[in-house]
């Protein structure tokens, strides 16, 4: 069983479109979550990250937290082309000395002008 | 300017050399870390350290060695043990220190091709 689990896509959306990205895990003991976007040849840059369940918002961007169905989520409002990337969740069990990120392998998407 | 830096940004070996790739950063964090990425596949952890003088494996550790000598330098070795070693590696640090909140950043990669 994947431990983090994304759909690879191709994600294809319209340009103004809300584009949503799933995530799910598989540990139940999971406490901190993150978004990286990838673009093409890039190395990732941190987008969101959440700890608790809810919503947490920042600009367009708002990640969505459920640790009961073990699934977190990134909505991007007003798509932009220059949105267009590999979005990454990548998941840690626990603080303390647990350092570890999980990453799941990412979910490419297309804004289409 | 703080940040994470590595080079090179792209480096050619030949089957049978040993290589080492640099990762520096200013940013005063305790933890570094270096993953690999294949095509279409998510991040692996190589290697991670969260002190100086101290560093662990990840998940593919074969292949591979690291010192932490320096707080703010990680460097990692691709040996001639490592089987398949193209790949876009990436280094990344992190202020560390336990808190549930620590969040990693990462350098701008290194792409390594073996001829």
């Known amino acids: 069983q994947k431990e983090v689990e994304q759909n690879s896509g191709p994600l294809s959306v319209p340009e103004g479109a809300i584009a949503s990205l799933n995530c799910t895990y598989s540990d139940r003991g999971s406490q901190s979550f993150f978004w990286y976007r990838q673009y093409s040849g890039k190395s990732p840059e941190l987008i969101m990250s959440i700890y608790s369940n809810g919503d947490k918002e920042d600009g367009r961007f708002t990640a969505q937290l459920n640790k009961a169905s073990q699934y977190v989520s990134l909505l991007i409002r007003d798509s932009q082309p220059s949105d267009s990337a590999t979005y990454l969740c990548a998941v840690r069990r626990s603080g303390g000395s647990n350092y570890k990120l999980t990453f799941g392998k990412g979910t490419l998407l297309t804004v289409n002008p | 300017d703080g940040g994470i830096t590595q080079s090179p940004k792209y480096l050619f070996r030949k089957e049978g050399q040993n290589v080492t790739l640099s990762c520096e950063q200013n940013?005063?964090?305790?933890?570094m870390y270096w993953y690999r990425q294949d095509p279409g596949q998510g991040l692996r952890l190589i290697y991670y350290?969260?002190?100086?003088?101290?560093?662990q494996k990840g998940d593919i550790a074969e292949g591979y060695s690291v010192s932490r000598e320096k707080k703010e330098s990680f460097p990692l070795t691709v040996t001639s043990a490592q089987k398949n070693p193209t790949a876009f590696y990436l280094c990344?640090?992190?202020?560390?220190?336990?808190?549930?909140?620590?969040?990693?950043?990462f350098g701008p990669g290194t792409r390594l091709t073996v001829l």
């Open positions: 940013l005063n964090h305790d933890a």
């Open positions: 350290s969260q002190i100086v003088n101290d560093f």
């Open positions: 990344a640090s992190s202020a560390g220190q336990g808190r549930s909140t620590d969040t990693q950043y």
